[in-house]
């Protein structure tokens, strides 16, 4: 071939390795394929125990698995440089339209939306206040309403931020603690049926007074639509898990709002520092795959999930049920966690085990399980948590220990 013709060669033929090696003499030489490394387990080096997870998201059992789409992402993510705060913003842009709300950022955790949505509704967007947390003494608001029934544990996010709770009971008690100084008005969704004052309310009694609300839903997906169901009834910021039932990274959390309040919290985290929520980084990989696995459990069939843990949990049912003096009942919490759980109780005189002592087998058993119990002899099961066939795995292993128990 003359040059031209190479030219003119190359321009119409796909410019593979083959054909290049093929004709030039100075060509890229084709890789032999790598042999495939040994990937490394460190589970395995470090000797630590894994279990099939028919306890359900909590953090001590480092709560969900994430889907090879959100691993990707991460993945993806890892391998460059991007601007921290340009990922913010587009990826929380992304989220916002997911959520359906004017704006969203990726948190370490619902538990620091918490601190830095209040954060944000303290400061605002002024340097000299997010330098000032945690003291607020000179800040002009500085307490947060609370109910009585939802002042709990929780309440520890906002008060990391240095705010006094003001805890009210009734509608009359709100009014009166309504003041000069009230920054901010908390409800903890998982509470509701604890507490006087219900979300709407709640939400009429703030706007009425032009005070900001917050609430924390971080368990209460699914179903779906409370991803934006509290925003649009009028929550000014709404703060979830990012790694409960949407699977997305353990450490990451969603706050949604409005843009102020948003831009305002982000202003109290990184990349910028001397602020309160400094320690609270969240870098491009949690935030990519937090996208991720939004965006799948958004567009996810919610209802063959549904199907599918119902179908998991009657294998279960009907081989606990097999033991004689063994009662079962399938329960939907209405909020937190809400998705069809298995309570399986016994009779202690017809099977001689304690509750513990069944977890313990289930426990050191191979393959290892988890399950939550309650009292002396009953334990709780969820199977959102399980892989694909686990349940056999599972309703044998129960079917075997509490037959080996009876008497
Ligand atoms: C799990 C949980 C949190 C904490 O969420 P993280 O995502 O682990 O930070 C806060 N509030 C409630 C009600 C929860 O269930």
């Given amino acids: 071939m003359k040059r031209r013709d190479i030219i003119k060669f190359f321009s119409a033929a796909p410019l593979t390795g083959g054909i290049i090696g093929a004709i030039l003499p100075y060509g890229p030489v084709k890789a032999e394929p790598a042999p495939p490394k040994e990937k490394r387990d460190?589970?395995?080096?470090?000797?630590?125990?894994?279990?099939?997870?028919?306890?359900?998201?909590?953090?001590?059992m480092t709560a969900s698995l994430m889907h090879e789409e959100v691993l990707d992402a991460i993945n993806s993510s890892a391998k460059e440089f991007i601007m921290l705060d340009e990922v913010h913003d587009k990826v929380g842009e992304k989220i916002a339209a997911l959520c359906k709300c004017e704006s969203a950022m990726v948190t370490s955790g619902c538990w620091s939306a918490l601190v830095l949505g209040t954060a944000g509704v303290l400061t605002g967007m002024d340097e000299k206040k997010i330098a000032m947390l945690p003291n607020v003494e000179s800040l002009e608001k500085n307490e947060v309403i609370v109910q009585k029934g939802h002042n709990h544990d929780y309440i520890h996010a906002l008060t990391n931020t240095g705010i006094k709770p003001v805890e009210v009971e009734s509608a009359e008690d709100l009014q009166k603690a309504i003041g000069s100084k009230t920054a901010l008005m908390y409800f903890l969704n998982e509470s509701a049926p604890h507490g006087k004052i219900m979300h709407e309310e709640w939400i009429a009694v703030a706007k009425k007074n032009n005070i900001p609300t917050i609430i924390?839903?971080?368990?209460?997906?699914?179903?779906?639509?409370?991803?934006?169901?509290?925003?649009?009834?009028?929550?000014?910021l709404v703060c979830v898990s990012g790694g409960k039932a949407i699977r997305g990274p353990q450490s990451a959390g969603l706050l949604l709002g409005k843009k102020e309040h948003i831009a305002a919290s982000r202003l109290n985290g990184p990349p910028r520092g001397g602020n309160i929520g400094r320690g609270m980084k969240v870098n491009k990989e949690e935030m990519f795959g937090m996208y991720a696995a939004l965006d799948k459990f958004v567009h996810l069939d919610h209802e063959k999930e549904w199907k599918m843990w119902e179908d998991r949990i009657a294998v279960i049912e009907n081989a606990a049920k097999?033991?004689?003096?063994?009662?079962?009942?399938?329960?939907?919490?209405?909020?937190?966690?809400?998705?069809?759980?298995?309570?399986?109780?016994?009779?202690?005189?017809?099977v001689k085990i304690s509750r513990?002592?069944?977890?313990?087998?289930?426990?050191?058993?191979?393959?290892?399980?988890?399950?939550?119990?309650?009292?002396?002899?009953?334990?709780?099961?969820?199977?959102?948590?399980?892989?694909?066939?686990?349940?056999?795995?599972?309703?044998?292993?129960?079917?075997?220990?509490?037959?080996?128990?009876?008497?």
Avoid at 220 to 226: I, Q, R, T
Avoid at 322 to 336: C, D, L, N, Q, Y
Avoid at 344 to 350: E, L, T
Avoid at 365 to 391: A, H, R, Y
């Fill in 42 to 60: 460190l589970i395995k080096e470090l000797g630590l125990r894994t279990f099939i997870n028919a306890a359900g998201t909590y953090t001590t």
């Fill in 216 to 236: 924390d839903i971080a368990a209460d997906v699914p179903p779906v639509e409370n991803l934006w169901k509290y925003t649009q009834i009028g929550f000014d």
């Fill in 322 to 350: 097999k033991v004689k003096g063994v009662t079962t009942e399938v329960i939907v919490p209405p909020i937190a966690n809400h998705t069809p759980a298995l309570k399986i109780s016994w009779d202690v005189n017809q």
């Fill in 356 to 407: 513990k002592d069944l977890q313990d087998k289930l426990r050191k058993g191979t393959p290892s399980i988890e399950v939550m119990g309650s009292e002396d002899n009953i334990i709780n099961i969820t199977v959102f948590m399980l892989k694909p066939g686990q349940e056999k795995i599972v309703a044998g292993r129960i079917n075997e220990e509490l037959m080996k128990a009876s008497v």
